[in-house]
């Protein structure tokens, strides 16, 4: 039996003009969604599973916190080793027929987890994976992919590594609502934080960065406290909901009733592409979401 629900978001208040407009002036042909990859990177610990999230600058279309992740570039076309379930598959996962398509989407996401968090899941072969990626000259190659000097692929080649593929799991796809100025299609992968890599900032560019308690984060959704802790000037007093897009919120959700890392990475899920709908509730600009209420394992208790 489906089960689903219509939830409905707050949109973000930098978006509330764009939003207005679509409203008053009536709807029009959106722009064309680009493409984008987001990787949820889970652990477990004694209080319940937990999540990395972090701060990203400027209007980021995947919220001002949000899990790694960035649009799909050129680059990710290069040739490069691979591991793992083949493009072929990979596009009966990601929910899209052409197969350069699903490889851009996972090139994509493995390469800006590596970028924004040191990250890296690959290897010399299918069943090895590099450990320990905070000496100096990984963040180097961070950098130099981040000002586009070297590519992931140069990256990968000179130190002999492949992409392995088969640790990195689909969740589900986001198109950004019609009114959005940039609009992405992004999917959302899923990850179990690999022994003997811990996630750090780029030194160029990153804020904050922290691992959370997905079931807290949610418990105090509409409480200020997460906003407050970042600290900076457009996260201090906004709750949950107002940091984030609907499918981060969504996603934690799941996280944290789950009964932990292995039995969310393992739940049997279809892809399901979310199309966020912009309406007006009460004269006030919302988004309406059509989303499952089913819980992805056993419910999770804290400890």
């Not at 959106?30 to 990787?39: F, G, L, N």
């Not at 929910?95 to 987890?113: C, G, N, P, S, Y």
């Not at 949610?218 to 709750?239: E, F, S, W, Y």
């Not at 996280?255 to 279809?270: D, M, N, T, V």
């Amino acid at each position: 039996m489906k089960r689903s629900s219509t939830r409905f978001f707050p949109v973000r208040e930098e978006h509330q003009g764009a939003a207005r407009s679509w409203i008053d002036h009536g709807e029009r042909t959106p722009m064309k969604p680009r493409p984008a990859a987001s990787v949820v990177l889970i652990r477990d610990a004694p209080i319940g599973t937990e999540v990395y999230l972090s701060y990203r600058r400027g209007d980021s279309p995947l919220g001002v916190v949000a899990f790694p992740g960035g649009s799909v570039e050129e680059q990710d076309d290069d040739p490069i080793t691979w591991f793992g379930p083949t493009p072929a598959q990979w596009a009966a996962a990601l929910a899209t027929e052409d197969h350069h398509v699903a490889r851009r989407f996972v090139v994509a996401a493995i390469r800006e987890l590596f970028e924004e968090t040191g990250v890296l899941l690959a290897g010399p072969d299918a069943s090895s994976l590099v450990e320990g990626t905070k000496h100096p000259e990984w963040m180097k190659a961070r950098e130099a992919i981040a000002a586009g000097d070297k590519t992931f692929a140069e990256i990968l080649a000179k130190r002999g590594l492949g992409l392995r593929t088969d640790l990195i799991k689909p969740l589900s796809a986001w198109l950004s609502p019609d009114f959005a100025h940039r609009r992405f299609d992004t999917r959302y992968f899923a990850a179990a934080q690999p022994v003997n890599q811990e996630p750090t900032l780029l030194e160029s560019k990153g804020v904050w960065g922290e691992w959370r308690w997905s079931a807290e984060e949610v418990r105090q959704r509409h409480t200020t406290a997460l906003g407050d802790h970042i600290g900076q000037p457009n996260t201090k007093g906004r709750t949950l909901e107002e940091l984030t897009v609907p499918a981060v919120e969504l996603i934690l959700e799941k996280i944290g009733s789950s009964r932990g890392c292995i039995a969310y990475l393992s739940h049997k899920r279809p892809m399901k592409v979310y199309s966020p709908r912009l309406v007006e509730v009460d004269g006030e600009p919302q988004v309406e979401v059509e989303c499952s209420t089913a819980t992805e394992g056993s419910e999770q208790r804290g400890r």
